[in-house]
């Protein structure tokens, strides 16, 4: 697993406060959001999170992590928009007229 999806998910959490609303934002079961946040947490070192009744609290770790990372995370999901976008779009120039030595009535031109 990349970090890249690890951050995305943990910039979700973060924005949410909820790891459910996250998870349904993301398209992800809950168990699976739980799984990055639990990730990321060993790769810093420090709880992101704490627990709360209803959601989930940011720590002074998480706020820094998610004022480094949350534009750029931005930032590459806009990219991947665009390039999806531009993608799913024909490109090219489509030439409309009649071929050359057809009247506009549908008859050759210059016969009779």
Do not use: W
């Not at 990730?39 to 002074?60: C, Q, S």
């Amino acid at each position: 697993m990349s970090y890249l999806t690890q951050l995305k998910t943990f910039v979700e959490v973060y924005r949410s406060g909820n790891i459910t609303r996250a998870a349904a934002r993301l398209h992800m079961s809950q168990p699976a959001v739980t799984s990055h946040i639990q990730a990321m947490e060993n790769i810093v070192g420090k709880e992101l999170f704490i627990r709360k009744a209803r959601g989930v609290e940011p720590t002074a770790i998480a706020d820094d992590l998610a004022l480094q990372v949350a534009s750029h995370i931005d930032t590459l999901e806009q990219k991947v928009a665009s390039i999806r976008s531009r993608a799913s779009t024909d490109h090219g120039t489509l030439h409309l007229g009649r071929p050359c030595g057809v009247s506009q009535s549908g008859g050759r031109s210059g016969t009779r």
